[in-house]
């Protein structure tokens, strides 16, 4: 009978803990790297200290480890954002060197959305993604990161002038999750460090409990072709 009681209690836990992983709250901190402008080609003095200083700006800003983001999740959808601060804390660099707007993941229907403020038109814009606008190539280089075996996995995205860029992200199997910082998804495990130009976004924190995702988007909805043309200055708006 103890063996039944034993094995009952055994199965509940793992049924309870393996529920637990559905559902819950990701932080992440960001700090900068190395400057990616070649300042050699840049023949304006002035320029160049401007363009420096601004990036060491935007880099102490950032050289404290604490939660800069949050990505609160369910089973097949998050929702990343930055996590408001007191406006003591909102100085300009800090802002400047941030994510700004929400994304949003569906990974049943590979669907991004990216809510975000205008200031070219005044507005806020809800612009969605048709498919996944990346392609990962996953690499065998292996290394431990916050406890965590991690892999190596590269993908090239392009901006929205059309400049192209390398992306490396390292992430986990032994964290069931297909997410991570900004619109990056659909690696088989959790993203827990993420290098994107000068910016290294970092997993803090992992708390998986129960959540309400909330996916209210308020904004005018564009296709994200449309949201090309209007910053390539080709606009129907």
């Not at 400047?96 to 200031?119: H, L, M, Q």
């Amino acid at each position: 009978m103890k063996i039944f009681q034993t094995l009952f209690i055994s199965l509940t836990f793992t049924f309870f803990c393996s529920s637990q992983k559905n559902s819950g709250i990701i932080t992440y901190g960001q700090n900068l790297n190395n400057f990616i402008i070649d300042t050699t080609s840049i023949d304006d003095s002035y320029l160049k200290s401007v363009l420096l200083k601004s990036f060491t700006d935007r880099k102490n800003a950032l050289s404290a480890d604490v939660d800069v983001y949050k990505l609160v999740f369910n089973k097949s959808q998050s929702r990343f954002e930055p996590i408001e601060r007191l406006s003591s804390d909102y100085k300009n660099a800090y802002q400047r060197a941030i994510t700004k707007g929400i994304y949003y993941i569906d990974i049943n229907s590979n669907k991004i959305v990216y809510s975000k403020y205008s200031g070219y038109l005044g507005k806020q814009l809800i612009i969605n993604y048709d498919k996944q606008p990346y392609a990962w190539k996953i690499h065998n280089e292996k290394k431990e990161i916050k406890g965590y075996i991690c892999q190596k996995a590269e993908a090239i995205i392009q901006n929205e002038k059309g400049v192209k860029s390398k992306v490396i992200a390292w992430f986990t199997n032994e964290i069931n999750l297909n997410f991570g910082p900004k619109q990056y998804f659909g690696l088989p495990g959790l993203i827990i460090e993420l290098h994107e130009l000068e910016s290294v976004y970092y997993l803090r924190s992992i708390k998986f409990k129960d959540v309400e995702l909330d996916t209210t988007k308020k904004g005018e909805e564009i296709s994200y072709d449309d949201y090309l043309k209007m910053v390539n200055g080709v606009s129907r708006f």
